[in-house]
Every structure is written in C-alpha cells, then in structure tokens.
C-alpha cells in the first residue's frame, strides 16, 4: 500500500503547502489551511466503489492518436429545445455540466423538469442536498410533471452518493448543488475550495468512468460569478449560466464553457405557474415595442452563438445637474459606452461632456459583442437631438476609433433575420452589404460614422 501524502489547502485561494502554517504564502490570509489526504488509496479523486474500465490491461490505455475513432459521440436530448441548442445538440454520455445562477432563478425547476421527463425513458437519479425529498416532491407535483419513474436521493455525503449511483446505474445524474457536497477524507466545511474541488473531482471521475451524463448545480457569489474555485469551471465540459431576476419572467441560459458545442450560445425561457418554457422566437419578446416610438429608440441585431437575436435599444440623453455628467449603462459596458461618446464628439462633431447619458438593452439581455456600437450611437444622437428614428429601421455594425464603420460576422442572416420580422431599412457596413437584394429592404452601407449620421 503507497503511502498517504499531506497537503495543506488554502480554503480561500485553494493554494497547497506541504506543511501548516498560520498564514497562506499566496493570498496573505490567516488561519485558512485545512489538512487533507493525497495518498492514491483514499484520495476522494479516487472512488472507491468502481475501477477504471481499462484497469485490467494496462498496456491498452495509450494510443495513437490517428488510430482514434472519430465518430461523434451520441446525443441524447433533455426534451427542452432551448436547453438542447445551448448544450450543442443535446448530453453527451460521460460529460460534466454545470449551471449557475442567483437564488431563485429557476435551476432547481429547469433541472427537475428535465429529469422527470428523462425517467420516462431512462434510468435518472436526482441528488438534493438543499431541499427535502417532501419539498421537492411537493414542488414536482405543483408543476404537473410525472414523478412515477424518476429516482430520488437527499443527501450531502459524496461517497453515499457514489454508492447510490451504483446501485441504480443511472444514465444521467444531477447533483444540487455541488458547494453543499462534502467529503470524509477533507477536514474542511462543506462549500470550502478544497471540500468543492475535491468533491467535483469525485463525480467527475465517475462520470467519465461510467458513461454517466452530470449535471451539477453551483452557486454564485453576490457579484454574480461562480462560487468556489476557478477549476472547477476547468474541470467540467460545458458551463452554463441561467440570468433572470425575480422583477423579470423571462430567464437567459448562456453558454460560457462547452466543449461539445458553440460558445455563447443563448436560450431563453419563460417563468410560468407550470415551470420555465421555452421561448422559440425570442426576438418576438425583445420587440414588444409601444405604439408611439419615443426619441433615442432603435432597433439592433445581435449574434447570440448560432442565431441573429433582434433587441431593442434606448438611449436617453439629458443635461447635466453634476459638475462631473453621469454615464449610467444596462446591459452595456460601461467603458466601451465612454469610448464611443469620445468618438461621437470626435468624428460626429457633437459635444455631449455636459449631458448625462442613460442607455438600457430592452428585456434585460446583456450586449458583449461589438456589433451594438452603431445603433448605440445613433440611438444616443436621436435622443440629443430629440428627433425620433423610423420604426421600421434597424442598425447594426461596429465603430472604431478612427470614425471607422467596421464589418461584423454573419451579416446576410443578421438582415434576413431583420426582414422576416418586418424591417424595411437598415444601415450597415459596407463591407457587410448583401450582394443580392434583399426583397422588401433598403440597405444603406457606410464606412464611417459621418456617413451613418447623414444617412439618419
């Protein structure tokens, strides 16, 4: 038997020394070393209750890796379509999910949803470790979800887990949440850096050596980042974060990490007495527009992972009360929204230093591609000017420092995407101009920002 290692774990930085100490050498805190165990033999990375599938013939586990089989791996879906096309397609057997969000903002339902469905046609184990099995069942049935086949577990203990997960041999395993989990071998409280990395690790390995499809619940911290170290985000196959807060029925699923499919993928849901539905055709919601357009409004197209999404954008510009004018954006960078008043008074010739200057993404999406920079403008010189812009209009293109309208991916679907809903006009940028008319829409191309203020 090989001898069990020591190692002393930062419980805030996740930093290990070999030896105890009153103070952390890498984030300077105090009394924050907790003692674990990295003996191969009880190491919670190494689960006791299962082995390596190729354990028996060691000499088969390298490869080459032209003699590797290629084919994709087999899909299976989550019967909700949103969270099929954020996931890539669907759960591969064998990977790591993770899903994360304030409280309340709808993974537990999302989750229970799926699982219930799921048990219809497979073997599913559903882990609480926050809530009662009374509580969760209660919660099941006030959504008229079918609960006869889906196979329940309350507990914390992640070797418990393990061996339940034996037993019933489940083909998709959901674990809420993974900061609750604790290990006996960490001598350190449930949610600390050591107990979440240690317990992930566990479940990973299983899932990986058993083909079992995880997902793991995470909690987030009051900045709204993932709670608990940053590799755990490294170790899982696909991370996701569900937005949406309690003022808003409609919930965004983003795809932040996926290795089985697109980055920045997006879903979006409905929250509803019977659960979140899926909204099929968000740009629907995001158009709500009222019937009188106010100045400062405009319509943009974004590209959200694999589809155009039309939002609207507003802008509000007023003169200033304050020695130093307010810059207030939602949705928006703050900083990229300073940027471009700078390249406003540049290259547009308007001077708005003693304006403040409210902008808000209807719908509450939050805007991190570029491609927003020209409505954003346009939509602030509306609002200066008080003159509002046709309803039928849409904007999208990126603006650079020199004045310069740069191109922006996927352009042709951006604007048949814009004309399916009605749009008529659209400026663009030039590179971006369809080379084919678009049937029922005027394109105007520009390559600078004067030429986008004289086409207005």
């Not at 300077?28 to 299962?50: D, H, Q, V, Y």
């Not at 900061?179 to 979440?196: E, F, T």
């Not at 155009?308 to 960078?333: H, T, W």
């Not at 304006?355 to 209807?362: A, E, H, P, R, T």
Request: glycine share 8%.
């Amino acid at each position: 038997m090989a001898k069990q290692k020591i190692a002393y774990v930062c419980n805030d930085c996740g930093a290990e020394h070999t030896q105890w100490q009153g103070q952390c050498m890498a984030c300077n805190e105090w009394n924050t070393l907790s003692r674990i165990m990295l003996g191969a033999a009880t190491s919670p990375s190494a689960p006791k209750n299962f082995k390596p599938k190729d354990a028996q013939n060691s000499e088969s586990r390298t490869q080459v890796l032209g003699s590797i089989d290629l084919n994709e791996q087999p899909r299976f879906t989550t019967t909700i379509g949103e969270l099929d096309r954020v996931l890539g397609g669907g759960l591969v057997p064998g990977s790591v999910v993770l899903i994360g969000g304030n409280p309340g903002a709808g993974k537990s339902t999302l989750l229970l949803q799926v699982m219930c469905q799921l048990s219809e046609e497979m073997e599913a184990l559903y882990v609480t470790g926050e809530e009662s099995l009374q509580q969760t069942g209660m919660r099941a049935k006030r959504l008229g979800l079918p609960t006869d086949n889906l196979k329940m577990l309350a507990e914390t203990n992640i070797e418990e887990i393990t061996q339940a997960a034996e037993e019933c041999q489940p083909k998709i395993l959901v674990v809420d949440s993974i900061q609750v989990m604790h290990s006996a071998d960490v001598a350190s409280a449930p949610g600390s850096v050591s107990q979440v990395r240690e317990c992930a690790a566990y479940l990973i390995q299983y899932a990986k050596q058993t083909g079992t499809a995880l997902i793991l619940v995470g909690h987030v911290t009051k900045d709204g980042n993932l709670a608990g170290p940053k590799v755990l985000e490294h170790m899982i196959d696909c991370f996701m974060m569900l937005e949406g807060g309690e003022d808003n029925r409609y919930r965004t699923l983003r795809g932040q990490k996926n290795r089985f499919g697109a980055v920045n993928e997006l879903g979006v849901f409905a929250m509803t007495g019977l659960g979140l539905k899926e909204v099929k055709n968000p740009s629907a919601i995001f158009l709500a527009r009222t019937e009188e357009i106010s100045p400062g409004s405009l319509v943009m197209v974004l590209w959200e992972g694999t589809r155009p999404l039309l939002v609207e954008i507003q802008a509000l510009v007023d003169s200033s009360q304050y020695n130093n004018p307010r810059r207030v954006a939602v949705g928006l960078d703050n900083n990229r929204v300073a940027m471009l008043l700078a390249v406003l008074h540049r290259h547009g010739g308007l001077f708005m230093a003693d304006q403040d200057v409210f902008v808000n993404v209807v719908g509450g999406v939050k805007v991190t591609e570029t491609s927003a920079d020209l409505a954003l403008l346009l939509a602030i010189v509306s609002s200066f000017k008080d003159s509002t812009l046709p309803r039928e209009l849409v904007v999208f293109g990126e603006v650079g420092l020199a004045g310069e309208i740069r191109p922006v991916p996927s352009g042709q679907e951006r604007l048949q995407e814009a004309a399916k809903h009605g749009f008529t006009r659209a400026i663009v940028p030039k590179a971006n101009a369809p080379k084919k008319p678009i049937a029922g829409m005027d394109v105007i191309a520009v390559s600078k920002l004067s030429e986008a203020l004289e086409a207005l």
